[in-house]
């Protein structure tokens, strides 16, 4: 049934409406009559809402994500009002394992209730530094710029030293990990971290990359992903393998991001949702131009912050 023949018995329901009521008050059969038509109209304006519902559904297809609990839900990006530091950016914000901070040069802030609230770090880098080169290896995190070395403690870098990588070429950047064991990958320079000390780490299948485009998945599965070289890593025998993916080849790991339950790609006005191998485009609500490395989680919810007017938290509603 079309919206235009349900619109003319939307008339057809006024009318019998009517007579019913004036049956209604003319006979005492009129009463069951009368009640009888207001059955049948209600079926039509259910018979409407139902059409026009389905309508809505079709027209809006894109805009559904998949069944949580059975029941479907829509996602979206909804804009944010942060209080205290208003426009944090998403590669500014880090986390010790129990708090989350937000480090960009000589200002530092701590999330506390939803606030951001001003932070003060002691010793090491000071109070100039910023979270590109801040790792952890599951249980302490660490700053590492080059010369630059330290351990947190409490709110106080100290000045940690961890020997086997020579400190021209070493950035808490490129500091990885599988879920076990913690990397270092800087082109050929390949290290796994053993008894407090960086160890040459000898891949199969690829030996030459850098961490910025190792990715994982919701389940766990490391992958990497850059130029149309997609790889993804055995565990169990350290060994790159080629990896096939259809709908998106050609992307970059770094633009990879996940709500921890779906995984996602994000670049530009470029985005897709990954469905068993195939990506698959997707269109996001609220917020359509954004980059996934500025894509960042409180451990609950997401949120994508960049600038004074991109402040948004990712929802199901």
């Given amino acids: 049934m079309d919206k235009q023949t349900l619109s ?3 008339w057809l329901v006024i009318v019998t409406l ?24 209600n079926g039509y304006v259910g018979a409407s809402n139902n059409a026009m519902e389905d309508d809505n559904i079709q027209s809006n297809e894109n805009k559904w994500d998949d069944k949580l609990n059975g029941t479907l839900k829509y996602a979206s990006f909804k804009q944010k009002v942060w209080q205290g530091l208003q426009y944090p950016l998403g590669i500014r914000i880090w986390t010790d394992g129990t708090n989350i901070y937000h480090s960009n040069g000589s200002q530092h802030h701590v999330l506390k209730n939803g606030i951001w609230e001003s932070k003060t770090f002691t010793g090491g880098p000071g109070s100039d530094f910023n979270s590109g080169h ?3 290896d599951g249980t302490n995190v660490y700053y590492t710029n080059n010369s630059k070395q330290y351990v947190l403690q409490g709110d106080a870098w100290v000045e940690k030293t961890i020997s086997g990588i020579d400190s021209g070429y070493y950035w808490g950047s490129n500091v990885w990990n599988d879920g076990k064991n913690t990397y270092y990958s800087y082109g050929t320079r390949q290290y796994v971290l053993q008894n407090g000390a960086w160890v040459k780490k000898t891949w199969s299948g690829m030996t030459d990359f850098t961490a910025t485009y190792v990715w994982k998945d919701c389940s766990g599965n490391i992958y990497y992903s850059t130029d149309g070289n997609n790889y993804i890593l055995d565990k169990e025998t350290s060994t790159w393998k080629p990896k096939t993916w259809t709908g998106l080849t050609n992307f970059m790991g770094q633009q990879v991001w996940n709500d921890g339950k779906n995984v996602y790609y ?13 990506w698959v485009v997707k269109k996001w609500e609220g917020l359509k131009d954004f980059h996934g490395a500025n894509i960042w989680t409180d451990g609950n919810k997401t ?15």
């Fill in 134 to 136: 801040v790792w952890t």
């Fill in 303 to 317: 949120y994508f912050s960049y600038s004074t007017t991109a402040q948004y938290q990712f929802t199901h509603e």
């Fill in 8 to 10: 003319n018995y939307g």
């Fill in 18 to 41: 009517i007579l019913a009521v004036m049956l209604a008050l003319a006979t005492p059969f009129g009463t069951y009559v009368g009640d009888a038509v207001v059955s049948i109209a």
């Fill in 266 to 278: 994000s670049y530009q006005e470029n985005h897709y949702i990954l469905e068993g191998n195939t």
